[in-house]
């Protein structure tokens, strides 16, 4: 059975939003994102669509060289899957790209974190319960507390991640697998290693 590997990434932006929810959560890393390669060249969440308005917000491939990630402080933790599990993941990520006109970020949601309420909202997630949903949805991990319920500190502490990487987002290195040799994030523009 061939096995591969799926990113966690959590990251603090500092952005007016991240700086309003660490308040309550009392977490460093406030945002979860989901990255299928260990380059982190695609990379999805539930998140701002523009980057001048937190508000308006859904289901979006993030750039993590560009915007609110260049200074971001970041977590990154690894899983080992299975092929049929990564495949159900790409499957529901095609779905939600299909109709990604339709979802919309679930703020209220966060409201129901806070009072320990869930509040599912048809088409609508915050980034944690949207990671979640992926990990729950392909087999892969089964939390014990409803989705809606899910935050990045939730994530990081489940047993099967395996810790890889603390510091600012833009000195993640890139591994090639091939040379072993570790290059920082701007080297990657230059020449992309398989990861």
């Known amino acids: 059975m061939i096995e591969k590997q799926v990113y966690l990434l959590l990251t603090n932006t500092s952005s007016f939003l991240t700086k309003m929810i660490r308040l309550y959560t009392k977490k460093p890393y406030n945002h979860a994102s989901i990255a299928f390669d260990g380059q982190l060249s695609e990379v999805y969440s539930f998140g701002r669509k523009t980057a001048r308005n937190p ?71 915050f980034c944690s319960q949207f990671v979640a949903f992926l990990f729950k949805e392909s087999n892969i991990i089964d939390f014990d507390k409803p989705l809606p319920l899910i935050t990045p500190h939730d994530l990081q502490t489940a047993s099967q991640f395996q810790f890889l990487y603390e510091g600012k987002l833009k000195d993640y290195p890139r591994v090639d697998k091939v040379n072993k040799v570790i290059l920082p994030f701007d080297f990657v523009s230059i020449r992309r290693f398989p990861v």
């Open 55 to 125: 508000f308006i917000g859904g289901f979006v491939k993030e750039d993590v060289k560009a915007g609110l990630f260049k200074q971001a402080d970041c977590m990154i933790y690894s899983i080992t899957v299975t092929e049929d599990q990564i495949q159900k993941m790409k499957h529901y990520l095609r779905e939600f790209e299909a109709q990604k006109k339709d979802y919309r970020y679930n703020f209220l949601g966060l409201f129901g974190v806070m009072f320990n309420k869930p509040i599912k909202r048809q088409n609508a997630f």
